[in-house]
């Protein structure tokens, strides 16, 4: 079936510190993979996405690259700062008739601290 | 755009008692999404909607809860009874024609059934 594995939280960090938050998939078919961020008190809200092998999705200065390879899309920023603090969702939609559903991974929570 | 709007945004209840949950999709929106979030089983995806019509409830706990979505702007989440084991945070999301798009998610309705 189709899945998405994320490193445990919660990852703290300092400010300024390199972050990576590690995550895998299951899937069958081609996916399209997404991050999704959850600040305190709201929705979920799309950070970035890749569509298809090799692409790399950035924003905010985040960054994460689609390996088919090894089946990631590890999520990465050079520099965090305190309002980068939340939780972060890893995510693939693999539909061949388009339904487009999403299926999270459980959730990464960073803490960042000045 | 004024985003996925839910309402309530927070909604104490006694048990027993019936909880209906409003959601207002994007317009020109076709799929809608209904997750429940709590710490102990994260994003659970309840029911989706694609122009109006249920696709998936496989996703809903039990009778109790019922979703309709009338027309393209509105749905509802009802639970009948409601138990404390409801408490949780309920999110409506909706998705344009284009599956690599991604969700669009609301601030989420907080019920907390006592």
């Known amino acids: 079936g189709n899945s998405v594995t994320q490193m445990e939280g919660p990852v703290t960090l300092s400010e300024e510190a390199f972050l990576t938050i590690n995550c895998t998939y299951t899937?069958?078919?081609?996916?399209?993979l997404f991050w999704y961020v959850q600040y305190p008190g709201e929705g979920l809200q799309l950070l970035l996405k890749?569509?298809?092998?090799?692409d790399k999705g950035s924003n905010k200065g985040f960054e994460a690259t689609y390996r088919k390879e090894t089946t990631s899309f590890h999520l990465e920023k050079g520099s965090v700062q305190v309002s980068d603090s939340a939780v972060y969702f890893c995510?693939?939609?693999?539909?061949?008739?388009?339904?487009?559903?999403?299926?999270f991974g459980q959730g990464t929570t960073l803490q960042v601290k000045p | 755009d004024a985003g996925v709007i839910q309402s309530p945004r927070h909604e104490v209840t006694e048990m027993g008692q019936e909880v209906t949950l409003r959601c207002k999709p994007i317009?020109?929106?076709?799929?809608l999404f209904w997750y429940r979030q709590t710490m102990m089983r994260g994003l659970e995806l309840l029911i989706y909607?694609?122009?109006?019509?249920?696709?998936?409830d496989s996703g809903m706990p039990e009778d109790r809860f019922s979703a309709k979505m009338p027309n393209a702007s509105f749905s509802t989440l009802k639970i009948q009874p409601s138990e404390p084991r409801d408490s949780a945070v309920y999110f409506c999301?909706?998705?344009?024609?284009?599956?690599?798009?991604?969700?669009?998610f609301g601030s989420g309705t907080r019920l907390t059934v006592v």
């Open positions: 999301a909706s998705r344009s024609p284009n599956r690599n798009s991604g969700y669009t």
């Open positions: 899937a069958t078919g081609y996916p399209s």
């Open positions: 890749a569509t298809k092998a090799d």
């Open positions: 995510a693939l939609s693999v539909d061949s008739s388009n339904t487009g559903k999403l299926i």
């Open positions: 317009s020109g929106h076709d799929y």
């Open positions: 909607f694609n122009n109006n019509v249920p696709i998936d």
